[in-house]
């Protein structure tokens, strides 16, 4: 089956600077992959979302890309705020088969 | 549009109770899932159904859990008899098809078993 696997677990910014987020994939039929943000106290919520027909996607300051052939695809959060401080997961879908999520990452953007 | 409703959002019970979570999908979406999160563990799938009927249920951990969903707008995951290391946040969450597409979590029920 699928295996996401995340990196880094945690990160660090200074406000203002960009903050990138890896997850590499395992099953090639894989051709959906959501990105979510998780703050304290609540569930993840859908930030971003692309598609293995596409390699790249922009919502203001958060970008998603994707190489197929590599089987990884990566967030991309500039000019970083406070507010963006929270735990992010990957996922991927594909098939008949449910999301697999990563393990998170823990971002701290440092005023 | 209500999102996923999860209730309660926050439940204490001593170990030996059962404990009943209880989960209201998004309307239309025909697919919900069940998690487990912990520090030491991440998230977890627990089980999914789809269209009511369950459909994989390898990630609950022990007999002692069990789900059911008995119509399209209600789902409950119960624990009996609950043990402390079931203490964990449990999520819902709901989605229009069982894959390639977005789910919707709610907000966790935050479960502590004294």
């Known amino acids: 089956g699928e295996n996401v696997e995340q990196h880094p677990s945690t990160l660090s910014v200074q406000e203002g600077d960009s903050a990138v987020i890896k997850c590499t994939y395992s099953?090639?039929?894989?051709?959906?992959f959501p990105w979510y943000k998780q703050e304290l106290g609540k569930g993840p919520q859908l930030i971003i979302d692309i598609r293995s027909n596409v390699g790249e996607k922009k919502d203001q300051r958060i970008a998603v890309t994707l190489n197929k052939t590599a089987k990884h695809f990566s967030l991309h959060i500039t000019e970083t705020q406070p507010e963006d401080s929270a735990v992010y997961f990957c996922a991927a879908s594909g098939g008949n088969t449910p999301l697999v999520f990563g393990k998170g990452t823990r971002l701290s953007v440092i005023a | 549009d209500a999102g996923v409703i999860q209730s309660p959002r926050h439940e204490v019970t001593e170990m030996g109770q059962e404990v009943t979570l209880r989960c209201k999908p998004i309307s239309g979406h025909n697919s919900l899932f069940w998690y487990r999160q912990t520090m030491m563990r991440g998230l977890e799938l627990l089980i999914y159904?789809?269209?009511?009927?369950?459909?994989?249920d390898s990630g609950m951990p022990e007999d002692r859990f069990s789900a059911k969903m008995p119509n399209a707008s209600f789902s409950t995951l119960k624990i009996q008899p609950s043990e402390p290391r079931d203490s964990a946040v449990y999520f819902c969450a709901s989605s229009p098809t069982l894959s390639n597409q977005p789910q919707h979590f709610g907000d966790g029920t935050r479960l502590s078993i004294l």
């Open positions: 099953d090639s039929a894989s051709n959906y």
């Open positions: 159904f789809n269209n009511n009927v369950p459909i994989d």
